[in-house]
């Protein structure tokens, strides 16, 4: 259903790539790197939608605390007039979740284009993906095929020669760890491999975006921190699922952490509950003034 959104990423993905290449930088990471800072700003509309949505529904927290007192233990009139109050205030309910539906399947399509490469990102035909499973012995239904061959190019005969070419002509190395392994967590720790550190990446990176947003929070909402053992979990959560995915995924995720990290402080310093609220009440002085020269001027 979505696959046309996956070649799309893994098209942009490549022709980052082959950019890079073209003035001697051509690395997988740094093109992944440069992609997430794409993807980032093309949905930066919605982004800032969303804060300003965020901001003002902060902004209410004052009179909707008033309303609790008022209500009382009357759940259903508490309802109805913190929805009149929405209404009245013109603040959505939903506070900008739409626009994170919205961007649900362009992430998953970049998921997507980087779990299977050769599908989506060098554009290779599927009989000659199968054909080459079949002569490497990988299971038909191997969740990660496509990587798996990546991985094991040099065992293909020459009857591959154009597969192999398009492979080795990428660079998928980072520092010297192949982004196509999967890094396996195992409590044998004589098995670790170097590309544990991807995960780990993942997670420090989730972790600090976590911490830095929390703090954010707690200066306009000081309940946020009753969130912490939530958002703290998060990163332990992307850990474990790191240590089932391609190096790729992984440090995708480490480079989107960072990104919209700093993406959150911006918004936070110029779209945050009290610069918005302050920007509206300036607005409203402004009609009020103009309708006061108004009716001066009819006078």
Avoid at 12 to 24: A, F, M, P, S, W
Wanted: net charge positive; with cysteine; aromatic share 10%.
């Amino acid at each position: 259903m979505f696959d046309w959104i996956y070649s799309g990423m893994g098209w942009i993905l490549r022709q980052i790539y082959e950019l890079l290449d073209q003035i001697g930088i051509g690395y997988y990471a740094l093109a992944i790197l440069l992609f997430t800072i794409l993807v980032t700003v093309v949905f930066l509309p919605l982004t800032m939608k969303q804060q300003r949505a965020s901001a003002k529904q902060a902004s209410l927290r004052p009179k909707l605390e008033a309303l609790k007192e008022k209500c009382g233990d009357d759940q259903r009139r508490y309802q109805t007039e913190m929805q009149a109050l929405y209404r009245k205030e013109n603040v959505s309910m939903m506070g900008g979740c739409w626009t994170m539906l919205v961007r649900l399947p362009f992430l998953w399509g970049v998921w997507m284009a980087i779990r299977s490469p050769l599908t989506y990102i060098l554009g290779i035909e599927k009989g000659v993906i199968d054909k080459a499973a079949t002569t490497l012995k990988i299971a038909e239904n191997a969740a990660d095929k496509e990587l798996i061959i990546v991985q094991k190019i040099n065992e293909l005969g020459a009857g591959f020669d154009g597969l192999k070419a398009q492979v080795l002509d990428m660079n998928f190395n980072l520092f010297g760890l192949n982004l196509t392994e999967i890094p396996v967590f195992s409590l044998n720790f004589s098995t670790v491999s170097w590309i544990w550190l991807i995960p780990i990446l993942s997670f420090a990176t989730a972790m600090l975006s976590s911490v830095v947003t929390m703090n954010m929070q707690k200066k306009t909402n000081p309940q946020a921190g009753n969130m912490g053992c939530m958002m703290l979990g998060m990163p332990i959560i992307s850990l474990v699922i790191a240590f089932g995915m391609p190096g790729a995924v992984g440090f995708y995720w480490a480079c989107s952490n960072l990104v919209n990290m700093v993406v959150q402080i911006c918004m936070n310093k110029y779209y945050g509950p009290h610069t918005v609220l302050a920007k509206d009440a300036a607005k409203t002085v402004a009609v009020r003034k103009g309708k006061e020269l108004a009716l001066k001027e009819q006078q």
